[in-house]
């Protein structure tokens, strides 16, 4: 998907264990945003952000943690890993024209074990 | 009650048939109505969308909305193999974005 990178594509960690899902898009978008997809339940969203500074809870966002220093990266951090946490993990940007303009990345496939 | 049902499926069509996928959603606020396609460990990627109630066609593929029964669908014409994905709709108010769980289609050949 043009535009959003996300690294890595595969991550396996162990439970109790921290790492941080990478996020990156060059379209100078203000808005981007965090989902985790699992079997029935649609895309959910974790966390979103509407500019360098400024970030804000959607309707998962316990467990997880984000930051924005800059327009270009939103990292999602997961500080203490849990099994419920193993879904897959979207991140998505979109630009002033709203939803037309969301760009999805690859997506971050993680297990907890 | 779900701000948007979707029908799981999954649906398995021969190739040529018109496939219809619907949802309903629950809120009459909700402004726009999209529809994304997902395939297989790939990011879902906008296929189409409307905001008002009527059609709107763009090649094979038809959009619906009904406001005044809260149903959307897509209809995919002359269906093929390539259109095999997971088709997800998407409706948004604000910065409130409610995805439906996505219907998995596969056309065979």
């Known amino acids: 998907n043009a535009g959003v990178t996300q690294t890595p594509k595969f991550q396996v960690l162990k439970t109790g264990q921290s790492m941080t899902l990478q996020c990156a898009q060059d379209?100078?978008?203000?808005?981007m945003s965090w989902y985790r997809q699992d079997p029935g339940m649609g895309l959910r969203l974790i966390h979103y952000?509407?500019?360098?500074?400024?970030?804000d809870q959607g309707e998962v966002p316990n467990g997880y943690n984000v930051s924005r220093s800059t327009t270009e990266d939103f990292p999602l951090r997961l500080l203490s890993a849990a099994p419920s946490q193993t879904s897959v993990y979207f991140c998505?940007?979109?630009?002033?024209?709203?939803?037309?303009?969301?760009?999805f990345g690859q997506g971050t496939r993680l297990t907890v074990v | 009650q779900k701000e948007v049902e979707q029908d799981p499926g999954p649906l398995s069509v021969p190739e040529g048939a018109i496939v219809s996928l619907n949802c309903t959603y629950s809120?009459?606020?909700?402004?726009?109505f999209m529809w994304y396609r997902q395939y297989s460990r790939k990011g879902p990627e906008l296929l189409m969308y409307?905001?008002?109630?009527g059609n709107k066609e763009d090649g094979r593929f038809t959009a619906q909305v009904d406001k005044s029964s809260k149903y959307i669908s897509l209809f995919i014409r002359d269906s093929q193999p390539s259109d095999s994905a997971t088709y997800l709709c998407?409706?948004?108010?604000?910065?409130?974005?409610?995805f439906g769980t996505g219907t998995s289609l596969t056309v065979i050949p």
């Open positions: 952000s509407v500019g360098a500074g400024i970030t």
């Open positions: 409307t905001y008002s109630s």
């Open positions: 379209m100078n978008h203000e808005y």
């Open positions: 998505a940007s979109r630009g002033g024209g709203g939803w037309t303009e969301a760009f």
């Open positions: 809120n009459s606020a909700f402004q726009y």
């Open positions: 998407a409706i948004i108010t604000g910065n409130q974005f409610y």
